[in-house]
């Protein structure tokens, strides 16, 4: 079965600075997608960014990347520029790749709050 | 641009009671699944469904559970017997099973509370 790790409960930030949130998982395998997901308060689920494993090239959306080492089995997701807005539970979540309909597996999830 | 919906946003039902929680997927999208997450703990899988049956449930996903397709549009999450710890968010979502598809596009959630 596949876990996903998020070892960070909270963090903060300060606004306009970076900050960088951690995603370890452990599967046995060889190709699936990867998934930072952002929840707000108004707790609906907002798709931030997406990797495909068989991808080298990290993803980027605007100001968000991620840092992905699949040796190491670590998805990290970095946010730049922070803004108040970006604060929200973010999840990291898992998905194999294979035909057919196969569901995500989350993190339990780090609260970010952006300090103005 | 297309988007999940569910209603209603909250349900208030007395313990014993039976609710049917409500999604339009996205029109183009062939997988759907239902998710749950009790308050300030990780997103949950309950069921996906595909062609009109049940692809994979999880163990949450008991005999008091189940759901349907009724017709071309709505995705339904019934509980038979609702008790005090199915009080959670109840998000249903939907993936194009195209190539290259490959994301899942969520409601903004169901907010059930047993009383």
């Known amino acids: 079965a596949q876990t996903v790790t998020q070892s960070q409960p909270e963090m903060s930030v300060q606004e306009a600075e970076t900050v960088t949130l951690s995603c370890t998982y452990d599967?046995?395998?060889?190709?699936?997608?990867l998934f930072w997901y952002k929840q707000p308060p108004s707790r609906q689920m907002i798709l931030v960014i997406r990797?495909?494993?068989?991808?080298?090239q990290n993803a980027t959306e605007n100001r968000f990347s991620v840092n992905f080492q699949k040796a190491a089995k670590s998805f990290s997701l970095k946010i730049s520029d922070s803004q108040l807005g970006d604060t929200a539970m973010y999840f990291c979540a898992f998905m194999k790749q294979r035909s057919g309909n196969t569901p995500l597996v989350f993190g339990k999830g780090t609260r970010l709050s952006v300090i103005a | 641009e297309p988007e999940v919906t569910q209603t209603p946003s909250h349900q208030v039902t007395q313990m014993g009671q039976e609710v049917i929680l409500r999604c339009v997927p996205i029109s183009n999208h062939l997988y759907f699944y239902w998710y749950r997450q009790i308050l300030g703990q990780k997103v949950e899988f309950l069921v996906s469904f595909y062609n009109n049956e049940i692809s994979e449930k999880s163990e949450i996903f008991d005999d008091q559970f189940s759901v349907e397709r009724p017709d071309g549009s709505n995705f339904t999450l019934k509980i038979r017997s609702t008790k005090l710890e199915d009080s959670a968010m109840y998000f249903c979502a939907s993936r194009d099973p195209g190539q290259g598809q490959f994301e899942a596009f969520f409601g903004q959630g169901t907010r059930l509370t047993v009383v």
């Open positions: 990797q495909e494993a068989y991808k080298q």
């Open positions: 599967t046995s395998e060889n190709n699936y997608y």
